[in-house]
């Protein structure tokens, strides 16, 4: 078993920041990747920002709407993974989920997801 641990979310005003963090925790040998996705109300769960091989130099990618805003990092020693929003808009008011595909031990893939956090960005 694997758990994720989001926190960070909140209210905040439009041009203003948040950073969230993802800890993962469990039956890790080693973390692929790590990823923020949303779901704002009525609308499908979407790919924010992705970082690959956790335990090594990982690339990033990002989704169009949050390019040059948002920042997504991680902490090995912590298996933590970051998310920096800065400029926020009202349109990115949505449940944060955080998400790690794990090699619990060889040949052991799984992907997890944790329960959420909730960004609320006010006009």
């Known amino acids: 078993q694997v758990q994720l641990a989001e926190s960070g979310g909140g209210l905040v005003q439009a041009g203003g920041s948040l950073r969230l963090s993802c800890a993962a925790s469990?039956?890790?040998?080693?973390?692929?990747?790590m990823a923020w996705h949303r779901q704002a109300p009525g609308k499908q769960r979407e790919l924010v920002a992705g970082?690959?091989?956790?335990?090594?130099?990982?690339?990033?990618n990002y989704a169009d709407s949050v390019k040059g805003r948002f920042t997504i990092s991680r902490d090995n020693a912590k298996n933590t993974v970051y998310l920096q929003m800065n400029s926020l808009k009202p349109e990115d008011t949505a449940v944060y989920y955080c998400?790690?595909?794990?090699?619990?031990?060889?040949?052991?893939?799984?992907?997890?997801w944790g329960k959420g956090t909730l960004v609320t960005v006010s006009s």
């Open positions: 998400n790690a595909l794990v090699q619990s031990a060889p040949g052991v893939l799984g992907a997890w």
């Open positions: 970082i690959t091989s956790i335990t090594s130099s990982g690339s990033t």
């Open positions: 469990g039956s890790i040998f080693s973390i692929k990747t």
